[in-house]
């Protein structure tokens, strides 16, 4: 199985996240893979400076990053990774008057038959939630990226499965529609098990003077992989709790039309027997400060809530 990984122009990074290096991504790679480095120059004879380090949860951050390569591609360069774990692959900056010097695209070449794993790094952070002065504040106690498995992977759909309903927005509620003067935000939470296969079909309304937005998340972690279209689906990487964010805003300052509330259709499926309201059976939501990014959100509580300030630690 033959994966991109990265396909990026290298250009002067005056923001670089190391002294010497324009980006440095990070990767989930198992032990045999295959990395093929192609170089496209837009300087004739330029080659490109490329590191390999093994890294920890913390991938950049990390205070035991080691390296174990580091070569110059002047067209194509090969690595073969020799144990599972992250990866840093820091990229060079070029010199300022240099600009744009090429296009780096890297392929991983999956060292086992398995088409659900994930080369792309999971970030998580864990956190508890308190009670303080009748508020409910979010805590992060740590965060890092998963090691033992990579992020779920949005991706076209394409297939005809059979599929059973989670959510319908023409006949069933958000779990929340909040709408100010600028924007109108609907929410809504969905349960998922280890390698359900979920499939969103979001179709936006088109207007000439108003923007749609939508977007996915998994529970104390950060975004899914990749973007969502009219019908996308992907694989739950395990047990968790999904949430589906849509709001609309005006596209230009100074516009006073109103907001409509109905913007977008919107239909979650899954391939597994699904209760439509199992998600309300087994959780309830409270409004929680979230300190890690200082902003108000539902939290989903599992039912009983119990009657103390200490509430749950997700880990």
């Excluded at 609907?186 to 207007?207: L, M, Q």
């Excluded at 964010?245 to 239909?267: A, N, S």
Aim: charged letters at 30%.
């Amino acid at each position: 199985m033959n994966t991109e990984l990265l396909n990026i122009s290298i250009t002067f990074n005056e923001r670089w996240p190391r002294e010497g290096y324009m980006f440095i991504p990070t990767f989930l790679l198992t032990k045999g893979d295959k990395l093929v480095f192609d170089w496209s120059p837009k300087i004739e004879n330029r080659k490109l400076k490329v590191e390999i380090e093994e890294t920890d949860n913390k991938a950049e951050y990390s205070h035991n990053r080691k390296k174990i390569a580091s070569f110059e591609i002047s067209k194509t360069a090969h690595f073969e990774i020799p144990q599972t774990g992250l990866y840093n692959i820091p990229l060079e900056n070029p010199n300022v008057n240099e600009n744009d010097i090429g296009c780096l695209i890297i392929h991983r070449e999956c060292s086992i038959n398995d088409f659900n794993q994930s080369p792309f790094p999971e970030r998580y952070y864990d956190y508890y939630i308190v009670k303080e002065d009748s508020k409910y504040i979010k805590k992060c106690t740590d965060w890092g990226y998963k090691t033992d498995f990579g992020a779920c992977i949005i991706e076209d759909y394409l297939d005809n499965d059979d599929l059973k309903l989670v959510f319908d927005s023409s006949t069933m509620d958000y779990h929340s529609s909040l709408k100010d003067e600028n924007r109108i935000t609907k929410t809504i939470f969905f349960s998922a098990n280890k390698g359900d296969k979920i499939v969103i079909n979001s179709i936006k309304k088109s207007f000439e003077k108003f923007i749609v937005v939508c977007s996915i998340d998994k529970i104390n972690s950060i975004k899914l992989w990749g973007n969502l279209s009219n019908s996308s689906y992907f694989i739950s990487n395990e047990d968790s709790i999904y949430k589906f964010e849509t709001y609309i805003y005006r596209r230009t300052y100074g516009c006073l039309d109103e907001l409509p509330d109905e913007f977008i259709d919107l239909k979650i499926y899954r391939n597994t027997d699904s209760d439509v309201n199992g998600f309300d059976k087994d959780y309830e939501l409270i409004s929680v400060f979230n300190s890690i990014f200082n902003i108000t959100e539902l939290e989903p509580i599992k039912r009983p809530v119990a009657n103390s300030g200490y509430i749950q630690k997700r880990v």
